[in-house]
Each structure stands twice: as C-alpha cells, then as structure tokens.
C-alpha cells in the first residue's frame, strides 16, 4: 500500500525534492558571495546603508523629521503587504470548497503529475501556510519599524535615555529582514501557484524564478561593487 501510494505521488515528489534543491542552492550561492563581499548581493549592500543612514540621521546635522517620514513610507508597504496576503488567504480559502470543480479545469494541463483531490488540498495548504509567513514577517516589520521611529527622533540629551547608531541601525536591520523575508516568501509563492497546474511546471517555474532574481533583484549591478 505504501509502495502504490510513492508510485502515485512519486512525479510530485520528486518535483517537491528539485524546488527544494533549487532554492536551497541558490540561497547558500548568495551567502558565499555575500561573505565573499558584502556590497555583491543586495541585501547585504542595503544592511550597510541603512546603518550609515541611522549614523547620518542621529549625527548632529540629521533631519529626524525627515527620518520618521522614511520609516512610516516603510510601515505603509509592509501593511499594504500584509494586507494582500489577508486577501490572498481568503481567496486559498475559497478555492478549498471549490476543489472538486477546479482540480479538473486546472489539471487540464497536467501532464506527470497526480490528480487526487487530496494532493489538490495539500497544494492549497502549502500555498496558505507561506501566504501566512508573509504575513507574519510584515506584521513584525512594522511592529519592529514603529518602535525604530521614537528611537531615532529622541533627543539626544543629558538625563535622557541614550540609544546608540549601532542599536537602533540593528533594530531597523532587523524589521528590514522581516519585510525581506516576507518578500521572498512572495517569490516563492510563484512556484506553488504553478504545482497546481502540475509538478513539472512548478520545477520550470522554479528555474525561471532563480534566474530572474539573481542578476535582476538579489545581485547588486557590477558597476556599483567595491571590493571590501
């Protein structure tokens, strides 16, 4: 029974087994060169200024009305962020009591991959469970976000509670991963969406996805990187 169930499921599978590969790759590629040099990849590059940003900002000639306009544009997208997600969780939802319809319009085009209502489901799942890890990381952007605003605009006098460049500049690194993370999980959601048509398109997908995010969003262009 158990044989018969991997021979169903086995296209699927090892669909699943290459995405993971795929992404998994490609995101230790980014690590080494991230450590190679720091200005290489974007997210690293962004990591440094904003940190000489929070330095400029609470030196004795920063604008901390101009700063607090900054973080707010920041909470703006990542609630507008985590909102889509809200909506594209209801949106999952809705596809869940309409599975017996759907699977076969959409399995159409399945060519390799299995066409049991359960796998069906188990999509729909997995698609719902990164929709809510957006979510997460937007609301924790903006938490994180909102409390770097009164930091940074606190007067820096005598008798005042004292925040260092390096804490605040920290913290707005930290709410800047969760909205990260929350994006990235946006980009990944691509190769869930095309599991539903079948495995094979979300492996190609997959492939797209990575070659599209290296030289265009995760890379910084050539011109701009200085050795360390």
């Known amino acids: 029974m158990n044989a ?7 296209n699927d599978l090892i669909a699943v ?6 992404i998994t790759g490609y995101q230790m590629y980014l690590r080494r060169l991230a450590r190679r040099n720091s200005a ?4 690293t590059a962004a990591t440094l200024a904003r940190t000489a940003w929070v330095e400029t900002v609470m030196g004795d000639h920063g604008d901390a009305l101009l700063a607090v306009q900054t973080l707010r544009n920041t909470s703006m997208a990542s609630s507008f962020l985590a909102s889509t997600a809200i909506l594209l969780m209801v949106g999952v939802l809705t596809l869940t009591g ?9 399995h159409f085009l399945n ?7 359960a796998l069906w489901l188990t999509k729909l799942l ?10 997460f990381n937007f609301i924790n952007s903006i938490r994180v976000t909102n409390h770097v605003g009164y930091m940074i605009s606190i007067e820096q006098a005598p008798g005042r509670t004292h925040f260092s460049h390096q804490m605040v500049a920290s913290q707005l690194n930290r709410g800047s991963r969760y909205f990260s993370l929350g994006v990235r999980a946006y980009y990944y959601l691509v190769p869930l969406i095309f599991w539903l048509f079948g495995p094979l398109y979300m492996v190609v997908a997959t492939a797209i996805l990575v070659f599209v995010l290296l030289p265009k969003i995760d890379k910084t262009p050539s011109q701009f990187v200085k050795g360390d």
Do not use: D, N, R
Request: hydrophobic content about 60%; overall charge negative; aromatic content about 18%.
């Open 4 to 10: 018969t169930h991997f021979t169903e499921y086995a």
């Open 17 to 22: 087994l290459l995405v993971i590969a795929m």
């Open 40 to 43: 290489a990849v974007f997210s």
């Open 98 to 106: 309409q599975a017996k319809s759907l699977q076969e319009a959409w």
């Open 111 to 117: 060519v390799f991959g299995t066409l049991g209502p």
């Open 126 to 135: 997995c698609i719902l469970l990164l929709l809510f890890y957006a979510f």
